[in-house]
């Protein structure tokens, strides 16, 4: 009786021994780890998860390895808010104990630790200097803009979205994707969203007149969105979250009281990195960076702020 009891012990303490060793990684590794985020300027402010974690050009911050993506954001004065994401994209370290004893005891498959502690995030992120997008605001001896219209000229009011792994999209192998990843929906965006998305636009950087007396002074501003692909990114870990981009055709005009086009411009823009688990919504928070990008650099043009002259 004692010998069966002795037995059943050390088999219990074997594979205890055994599960922790799957489990080294999860059980050693610590619970947040410091990353370094490089924004390369001095007036810049980090928020991660929208909680502020410090300014200028290196910032360290402690992420939580939950397996969540995490959304940076970085705001700068006179800079569109630039929005990226970092997540843990690598195993730790001590993952490797965990195969040995699956290797060695058939009943244990190896590769077992698969907590959100057994992945990291990269040290850094470094952010490169040609993210920032200026803002640009009307100048006093500018005109102000009137909306004229805002166009969808999709299929049906359609977009296209396509679903890609990380390293597909990292490496642009669009043509890897099969048929069944491609799909069409609205995600929550129409001719409402677009049209609310400018007038902000107009009346945020002071191009709508506020005063009845200075619409003598105006011009029309149009704006036609000819594609528009979301781009949904798997991440390539064990846990099934997502991030977004979007991909967007887009032609902005300027037009005199007789809708005659004085200046227009046609623009292919990438949106930044949004994450579903930080938004409600990313994909149409990705949208509406693009048609803002797009904006900025549309009124960046030496052309267009000719016609803007009063």
């Not at 995030?121 to 993210?131: A, E, G, M, P, W």
């Not at 005063?211 to 846990?239: R, V």
């Amino acid at each position: 009786m004692k010998r069966k009891i002795l037995i059943t012990t050390k088999c219990f303490l074997l594979f205890f021994l055994t599960l922790s060793l799957t489990n080294c990684a999860t059980i050693l590794s610590k619970q947040y780890q410091d990353v370094n985020i490089k924004s390369g300027k001095k007036d810049a402010k980090i928020y991660v998860d929208g909680d502020k974690v410090g300014e200028g050009e290196i910032v360290k911050s402690k992420l939580l390895k939950d397996g969540k993506v995490k959304q940076i954001r970085i705001e700068r004065e006179g800079f569109k808010d630039f929005y990226t994401i970092h997540k843990q994209s690598s195993k730790h370290p001590l993952y490797i104990l965990s195969c040995i004893p699956g290797g060695a005891l058939a009943f244990i498959p190896p590769l077992l630790d698969t907590g959100p502690k057994s992945f990291i995030y990269d040290k850094s992120l470094r952010i490169s200097q040609d993210f920032y997008v200026e803002k640009k605001f009307r100048n006093d001896d500018e005109v102000f803009l009137k909306i004229s219209k805002v166009k969808l000229s999709l299929p049906n009011d359609l977009f296209k979205v396509n679903e890609f792994t990380e390293k597909n999209y990292l490496k642009a192998k669009r043509g890897t994707i099969k048929e069944s990843n491609i799909r069409q929906g609205k995600a929550g965006f129409d001719f409402y969203v677009f049209y609310d998305i400018v007038e902000k636009l107009l009346r945020i950087h002071n191009f709508k007149t506020k005063n009845k007396d200075e619409t003598q002074n105006s011009l029309k501003i149009s704006s036609e969105i000819i594609d528009l692909e979301i781009n949904s990114i798997e991440q390539q870990n064990k846990w099934k979250h997502r991030y977004f981009t979007t991909d967007l055709v887009i032609n902005w005009s300027i037009l005199n009281e007789k809708d005659e086009i004085l200046y227009s411009n046609r623009f292919t823009i990438k949106s930044d990195e949004f994450t579903d688990d930080y938004w409600n919504n990313a994909t149409k928070k990705s949208i509406e960076d693009a048609i803002t990008k797009s904006f900025y650099h549309f009124l960046s043009l030496e052309k267009a702020r000719e016609v803007l002259k009063k």
